[in-house]
């Protein structure tokens, strides 16, 4: 399914109350993102300056409505049986969104949410050898369903076939990043360098 943004989406804070069924539907979540902090660990304020750009690009200026839905959303995180597994490139923890409070304050909840024992963070850091190139950023929820957010649509994919393609590179991907200990020190090493 394609769902051309600028057509459909009329309220920001609509748009991510869309998310609500899937997400309660879902027990395991692979998520990938290239470039920015995934909306499941953003703080309030990165989350307002990435909605606050969305909604120049589509013409909405409900970004603090949609932000507080984000967060409201979040506490998914604390039900037991829901897993996360995601990973992130090292751009996104270098990606410079809002001041460097905003930073610094995104940076370690990072570093708190990725103790939580439902969730397994990997970064692939800039200089590894990689299994699979970078792409648009895709949730996969369980095995029945992938979404990929482009900058003009958001793509549904439900295919089996192609389910299993992205689960194939996210599994790559996977296997390029750094966990535990070394991906937190990558983290801390974005801190320092702001």
């Known amino acids: 399914?394609?769902?051309?943004?600028?057509?459909?989406?009329?309220?920001?804070?609509?748009?991510?109350?869309?998310?609500?069924?899937?997400w309660n539907d879902t027990t395991n979540f692979r998520i990938y993102e290239p470039g920015l902090i995934p909306g499941i660990f953003q703080t309030r304020e990165y989350a307002l300056e990435v909605l606050r750009m969305t909604g120049e690009r589509l013409h909405l200026a409900d970004y603090e409505a949609a932000a507080d839905?984000?967060?409201?959303?979040?506490?998914i995180l604390f039900r037991g049986a829901k897993r996360f597994v995601v990973v992130i490139?090292?751009?996104?923890?270098?990606?410079?969104?809002?001041?460097?409070a905003v930073m610094v304050g995104q940076l370690d909840k990072l570093l708190n949410v990725s103790s939580l024992s439902n969730?397994?963070?990997?970064?692939?850091?800039?200089?590894?050898?990689?299994?699979?190139?970078?792409?648009?950023?895709?949730?996969?929820y369980d095995v029945?369903?992938?979404?990929?957010?482009?900058?003009?649509?958001?793509?549904?994919?439900?295919?089996?076939?192609?389910?299993?393609?992205?689960a194939d590179v996210f599994d790559r991907l996977q296997r390029s990043s750094l966990r535990g200990k070394p991906a937190?020190?990558?983290?801390?090493?974005?801190?320092?360098?702001?």
Do not use: H
């Open 69 to 75: 839905a984000r967060m409201a959303r979040q506490e």
């Open 1 to 22: 399914m394609y769902l051309e943004l600028r057509r459909y989406v009329a309220s920001l804070k609509r748009f991510q109350d869309v998310f609500r069924e899937i």
């Open 144 to 166: 029945r369903q992938v979404m990929v957010e482009t900058r003009t649509a958001q793509l549904t994919i439900n295919q089996p076939a192609e389910v299993a393609v992205y």
């Open 119 to 140: 969730v397994s963070l990997g970064i692939i850091p800039t200089g590894a050898e990689r299994l699979a190139w970078w792409s648009e950023g895709f949730w996969i």
């Open 89 to 100: 490139e090292e751009q996104a923890l270098r990606t410079r969104v809002g001041d460097r």
């Open 184 to 194: 937190m020190e990558l983290i801390s090493s974005a801190i320092a360098a702001i």
